[in-house]
């Protein structure tokens, strides 16, 4: 009996196993430079609706630099958050001439001058342009720091692995890994010096300031009588000047330019002016440290010297009174015991009731925020005195850190500061 042989199967097709395809590169583009709604005429769309279409097309990040401002930034912040994008923030400085430079913040102490930037743009600082005429190139040179410029170094691949933060690229080219280095011998860099303009010193008018210019650039000049005659300068102007240094490019210090300028009688015609004997020299003391501070402050309402509390800092140190810097790196809720310069003081009505400073020492700035009740106890101290003491919780949120104050103390009697911008 024979086994029936099996029914022959029908061979099963299969079909090609697809090729695994490589996964779609995400966008390697992010927009460095939007405007919302708050760029009035120039933007359309409000800080939520921004962030919320830049997840949608899967931009990692967006910058918002409206003009002038940075009106919208909290909520842009608050929305990016929310929506899984990064938000770069900065702001559109207007410049004097009506051109426009866009900055984005890389640092809290970037945000910090991005701020006194715009506001003393918008006031009209000394330095930093007319009244609402928009910011001067020096503005920008003493608050020059902590943020970047899009367009340089912000148009290769390194974008998407920086996060699209931009980066201010090094002027210098590079030389290629293969190519040999040839050393070379470089020549020392001259000595450089810090000088503030004419537009600084206090009581200065300005066609005097352009008359000193005009001259200097005829010939230079070899003694204070010789500024005073060929600049026609009040006797008030040239005291103004030798306080705060202008002459010592002469070889004069301030107080042997003071004791010149007393020997001049602007009120004697030009030829009895001339035939005036020289004074000799100064019998007065030479400033002490602290007077040239102080002379700066008033004179000028900045120095070109060391901040005043480093001189203090071994003091400061044997209290307990930490840094700018070094309070950057304490813990989340750390006791702690800060001090400086009372530079700003803030308390918007939509805080419901903190208030909110800024205080600088040597090494930057710290952030202070006091709560209602400690503020009505301690108002006469907060805002009455020009150098503070704070001791309280610290708060580090996003690698800013902030001081809950609980007391506030002045910190010391007497000290050459700069002015502070309070409740603007």
């Not at 001439?97 to 900055?103: N, T």
């Not at 009581?203 to 060929?230: C, D, M, N, Y």
Request: glycine fraction near 10%.
């Amino acid at each position: 009996m024979r086994t029936p042989s099996p029914e022959p199967r029908t061979p099963v097709v299969r079909a090609p196993s697809p090729e695994p395809r490589s996964p779609r590169p995400g966008p390697r583009y992010c927009e460095l430079h939007a405007h919302t709604a708050f760029s009035f005429l120039e933007g359309a769309n409000e800080p939520e609706a921004l962030a919320e279409r830049a997840a949608e097309i899967g931009l990692p990040a967006v910058a918002v630099a409206d003009r002038g401002g940075v009106y919208g930034i909290p909520r842009f912040h608050k929305a990016a958050k929310a929506a899984g994008i990064e938000a770069i923030v900065g702001a559109e400085a207007v410049l004097e001439d009506g051109s426009r430079l866009p900055l984005l913040v890389q640092s809290a102490r970037g945000w910090s001058n991005l701020c006194r930037l715009l506001t003393d743009g918008a006031l009209g600082r000394p330095g930093l342009g007319a009244r609402g005429s928009g910011l001067g190139l020096p503005g920008l040179g003493v608050r020059g720091s902590g943020f970047a410029i899009p367009g340089f170094g912000a148009r290769d691949s390194g974008l998407e692995k920086d996060r699209c933060r931009s980066r201010i690229p090094n002027p210098e080219p590079r030389t290629p890994v293969s190519e040999p280095r040839t050393p070379v011998s470089e020549p020392r860099a001259p000595r450089l010096a810090v000088r503030l303009g004419l537009r600084f010193v206090k009581g200065l008018r300005a066609e005097t300031a352009l008359r000193i210019e005009a001259e200097a650039a005829k010939a230079p000049f070899a003694s204070v009588r010789e500024v005073a005659a060929r600049c026609a300068l009040r006797d008030d102007e040239l005291s103004a000047l030798a306080e705060v240094g202008a002459f010592s490019s002469l070889g004069q210090t301030r107080r042997s330019a003071l004791w010149q300028v007393s020997a001049l009688d602007g009120r004697r015609p030009p030829l009895a002016q001339a035939m005036q004997p020289d004074p000799g020299e100064s019998p007065l003391p030479e400033m002490t440290l602290s007077e040239r501070y102080v002379a700066d402050y008033r004179g000028a309402g900045m120095t070109v010297g060391r901040h005043p509390l480093a001189m203090r800092r071994a003091e400061l140190a044997a209290r307990g009174i930490l840094s700018a810097a070094e309070l950057a790196r304490v813990r989340d809720g750390a006791l702690v015991r800060v001090g400086g310069a009372v530079i700003v003081r803030q308390r918007p009505y939509t805080a419901k009731g903190m208030c909110f400073m800024t205080l600088e020492d040597e090494t930057g700035f710290a952030n202070v925020a006091v709560a209602p009740q400690a503020f009505e106890l301690q108002r006469a101290v907060i805002t009455g005195s020009a150098l503070l003491e704070v001791e309280g919780r610290a708060q580090a949120r996003d690698g800013v850190v902030t001081v809950l104050a609980g007391r506030c103390a002045a910190l010391f009697a007497t000290a050459p500061v700069p002015p502070s911008r309070d409740f603007h």
